[in-house]
């Protein structure tokens, strides 16, 4: 009996561990405990908007007084010039052709000098100015000419801890990359300085000491440059404990690079369950490219149910990335990620003597980003891909329970994530998400896509099913209400429905396991917020359908952050 009980116990940790064939409740190990803080993470992440117009260009007409003895005079040709005297090559006939061929007043051509101002303002040139000349108008044709506005002098009035030479490094890829002063280069420049945290910028345009010249002028603060919060949540398991504290810290321009440190500690009510992470990266050059290197420690122990195992493990990452801000603009943002990361894992259960080790190193290449895609509407999206390779290594090499088991081998992801948000009249929104991830093979519990938890399913916790292939569809109506002075009183109704297969590959799965699973929840949110002071969460969540064995009727979440 002695030994029946040490295989079925090697059984479980290795079925959820090396993804065996035969299905059992998992037993909690490293990879899916780290999986779990993964997800809370991505919670915490505030998603960023596209900014909107941040220049808007003055379109508006100039009306001189009517004179009815007006001067009239008749128009064969237009021709359009810069100041230099070089015609602009530019087609303008849908503009100009009205005035052609017929009798035209002083006034039409004023009309006409703002209509041709207005198109190019339009057409990304900021500053750009139309002007009538005096002239006498020679077989019928009329010369306007066209400043486009282009940049001549610029200011950094640099009062942050920003070095200047990063700056004028932005200056040279955006505005002055471009023979005259465009709108979105303009653009641009301010949104890659407002990513920078820790300052405040400011961009203001005067004409410059030649005509069409234009100066433009960097102003630079710092901000506040460091952020503390604490959070306490009861995200995590009775294993290791549901109640969770987190402790941490961000400081912005260290060495005046854009850099940003960001380090946190999160521990268990238990304590059987403690986090170390820590992340610091800075920008490299004038696009906004960051680099950046993060690692992250796990340790826990398992209590409640899997007591007598006495089991414990251990999960260190380190990893290095490069995100680009690809593309800038008022409507759309998007960035590119290349990430590297080593990851080992122990697991060890000493009632049984059982030891297990693994090693995965990935890489992953993926885009994320925002687009207000129709008005009063954001819709949020990344993709990504993740190339791994892991080794494994146990001392019970003989509990192996898959015939074709490798040691060593290599694996593939795609991530999706798809969401909409819909600003309704009366301060409601409606949102709409997709996420969900495909593999090419069965995958190690570290990798598996996780169901449940308030990112997905909440009427389930988050390590209640994992999945190789999985996808979530979630809807949630809004309410926003002001309180307080400053604060937000965000009040939801929710339906959460995640579906998978357990496995990839079903060759040898026993016919007594039901790989296809499916899960699905309604619930509601209270929320609490004061943006850059708190914020107080509460979501009530039902499974309904197909109950999943062995979970709560109901789920209740909470969590609490302040920061300082």
């Known amino acids: 009996m002695k030994h029946f009980r040490r295989k079925n116990v090697i059984t479980g940790i290795i079925l959820s561990c090396v993804s065996g064939f035969t299905y059992a409740n998992p037993i909690p190990d490293s990879g899916t405990l780290n999986k779990q803080l993964e997800q809370t993470r991505q919670i915490q992440v505030a998603k960023v908007k596209p900014s909107g117009e941040l220049f808007k260009t003055p379109t508006q007409e100039e009306n001189l007084p009517a004179n009815k003895e007006s001067l009239k005079f008749r128009l064969d040709s237009i021709k359009l010039l810069e100041l230099d005297g070089n015609e602009i090559q530019d087609n303008l006939t849908s503009i100009t052709s009205p005035y052609l061929h017929q009798e035209i007043t002083l006034d039409d051509l004023n009309r006409l000098s703002q209509q ?59 505005v002055k990359s471009h023979s005259y002063l465009v709108k979105n280069e303009l653009e641009k420049l301010a949104l890659l300085l407002n990513d920078i945290k820790g300052i405040t910028s ?50 912005y321009n260290l060495v005046g690079l854009g850099d940003e440190l960001h380090f946190d500690v999160l521990a268990s009510n238990t304590f059987d369950l403690y986090n170390l992470r820590a992340d610091y990266s800075f920008i490299i050059d004038g696009y906004g490219t960051r680099v950046g290197v993060n690692s992250n420690y796990l340790k826990y122990k398992l209590g409640a149910n899997f007591k007598d195992l006495n089991a414990q493990g251990s999960t260190y990452n380190l990893g290095g990335y490069i995100t680009h801000p690809t593309i800038r603009t008022a409507s759309l ?211 309904i359908g197909k109950k999943y064995n062995n979970v709560d009727k109901n789920q209740f979440w909470l969590s609490a952050i302040k920061t300082f």
């Open 333 to 543: 943002r998007l960035d590119s990620k290349l990430a590297f990361n080593h990851q080992k894992l122990s697991d060890e259960q000493k009632s049984v003597d059982l030891q297990q080790k693994r090693k995965v190193n990935t890489t992953s290449i993926g885009v994320s980003g925002s687009w207000n895609s129709i008005k009063e509407g954001v819709t949020y999206f990344s993709f990504n891909t993740i190339f791994g390779k892991e080794s494994h290594s146990t001392n019970e090499k003989k509990h192996y329970l898959s015939e074709n088991y490798q040691p060593k081998r290599t694996f593939t992801t795609f991530n999706y994530s798809l969401s909409h948000e819909q600003f309704l009249p009366k301060s409601f929104s409606i949102t709409f998400a997709a996420s969900g991830q495909f593999a090419d093979k069965n995958l190690d519990s570290g990798n598996k896509f996780l169901l449940g938890g308030l990112s997905g399913v909440k009427g389930y916790q988050a390590g209640t099913v994992s999945v190789d292939e999985g996808h979530i569809i979630q809807a949630e109506l809004k309410h926003y209400l002001p309180v307080f002075s400053k604060s937000i009183l965000v009040s939801s109704l929710f339906y959460d429905e995640g579906f998978g297969k357990q496995y990839k590959n079903t060759e040898k799965l026993s016919e007594s396991v039901e790989n296809k699973v499916r899960l699905k929840s309604i619930g509601v949110g209270l929320n609490l917020i004061e943006p850059n002071h708190y914020s107080i969460n509460f979501a009530y969540a039902k499974p």
């Open 116 to 174: 041709i101002t207005n198109y190019y303002r339009d057409n990304n040139y900021l500053v750009a100015k139309a002007f009538i000349p005096p002239q006498e108008i020679n077989n019928g044709e009329l010369q306007i000419f066209v400043i486009k506005g282009s940049l001549d002098q610029v200011v950094v009035r640099n009062g942050s801890r920003l070095k200047e030479d990063l700056v004028m490094r932005m200056v040279n890829t955006t």
């Open 202 to 251: 400011a961009l203001s345009l005067k004409a410059g000491q030649n005509t069409g010249k234009t100066d433009l002028t960097v102003n630079l603060k710092d901000n506040k440059r460091w952020n503390g919060y604490i959070s306490i949540d009861n995200q995590g398991n009775d294993n290791t404990g549901k109640y969770r504290t987190t402790l941490g810290n961000k400081i």
